[in-house]
């Protein structure tokens, strides 16, 4: 059984440069989240979707940030343009319909540096 | 709102000690709780869940966690640790909606 699949698994990139990461969750699982993990704040929610549809995007940094799901099976959460605080671990998860308190399965994370 | 303390940032421990991480947690309301681990350079993986039922559940590797209602509780544990499990744990809570609000996690450093 496939996980939640996540590239790059790092990213190394200048200020100011377009950056995007990209989620595959799993297969028959409709609802999507990105968090971001840094030393200071832990593990923040960036954004969750439901059936493709974004449903809460509070934990959105600024307008620098922003999340797309094209499709059930896709997901990309771009910063443009990035900025040397954005650097961290960003996470994408997967689980089931709410109902029974369905745990979410995390991918791997895309290390993101900006120098 | 809802908060998720865990109380302890850095536990360290000698191979074969006994381990229990506090978590608590502020919401009024039905909650599902979950404990994950995170290994050096990994995801965040399902040590345990507790939904409903016995308060006692038991996960993974050893570890079990009492959910104690009274004291918006949820505290994990193990008899006796391995090297293995320094990890950094981290206890969740799931409310009305599917999100999951995380506590800031406790980093695990076991001593062989």
């Known amino acids: 059984d496939a996980g939640v699949i996540q590239s790059p698994r790092h990213e190394v990139t200048e200020m100011g440069q377009e950056v995007t990461l990209r989620c595959k969750p799993i297969?028959?699982?409709?609802?999507l989240f990105w968090y971001r993990q840094t030393m200071m704040r832990g593990l923040e929610l960036l954004i969750y979707?439901?059936?493709?549809?974004?449903?809460?995007d509070s934990g959105m940094p600024e307008d620098r940030f922003s999340a797309k799901m094209p499709n059930a099976s896709f997901s990309t959460l771009k910063i443009q343009p990035s900025e040397p605080r954005d650097s961290a671990v960003y996470f994408c998860?997967?689980?089931?319909?709410?109902?029974?308190?369905?745990?979410?399965?995390f991918g791997d994370g895309t290390r993101l540096s900006i120098l | 709102a809802q908060s998720v303390s865990q109380h302890n940032h850095h536990v360290i421990l000698s191979e074969a000690a006994s381990l229990e991480l506090g978590c608590n947690y502020s919401?009024?309301?039905?909650?599902?709780l979950f404990w994950y681990v995170q290994y050096p350079g990994q995801h965040l993986q399902l040590l345990l869940k507790?939904?409903?039922?016995?308060?006692l559940v038991k996960g993974i590797k050893g570890f079990e966690a009492e959910f104690i209602k009274s004291k918006f509780s949820f505290n994990l544990r193990k008899p006796s640790v391995q090297w293995s499990d320094t990890a950094e744990y981290f206890c969740?809570?799931?409310?009305?909606?599917?999100?999951?609000?995380f506590g800031t996690g406790t980093r695990l450093t076991v001593i062989p």
């Open positions: 969740a809570v799931q409310t009305g909606a599917n999100n999951l609000f």
């Open positions: 998860a997967s689980s089931l319909r709410r109902a029974g308190g369905q745990p979410q399965h």
């Open positions: 979707f439901n059936n493709n549809v974004p449903i809460d």
């Open positions: 919401y009024g309301g039905t909650v599902n």
């Open positions: 507790y939904f409903s039922g016995d308060p």
């Open positions: 297969s028959g699982h409709d609802y």
